[in-house]
């Protein structure tokens, strides 16, 4: 009984710990989840579902910027 509890526990934590990720600064990374756009992250400590979630492009902020701009006119 305790074995499936550390078992599930053991997963849970591998799952949260592998959906974690920095940006570094002046940049930007683009998430799409299941092949769609779903959002832009900005610099720092960051989190993603690792099941579904996909780090697509990691770009620099000035060349981003234009990106952003196109991607929430059609927001």
Known sequence: ???LIYGFSFLLF???ISG???VKQQSAVIIERFGKFHSI???GL???M????FNIQ???LSTVR???EKIQQFL
Do not use: A, C
């Open 20 to 22: 974690i990720f920095t």
């Open 14 to 16: 591998l799952i949260i």
């Open 1 to 3: 009984m305790y074995i």
């Open 41 to 43: 992250r900005h610099p």
């Open 58 to 60: 990691s770009k620099e």
């Open 66 to 68: 234009g990106f952003i």
């Open 50 to 53: 690792s099941l579904y979630d």
């Open 46 to 48: 960051n989190f993603k």
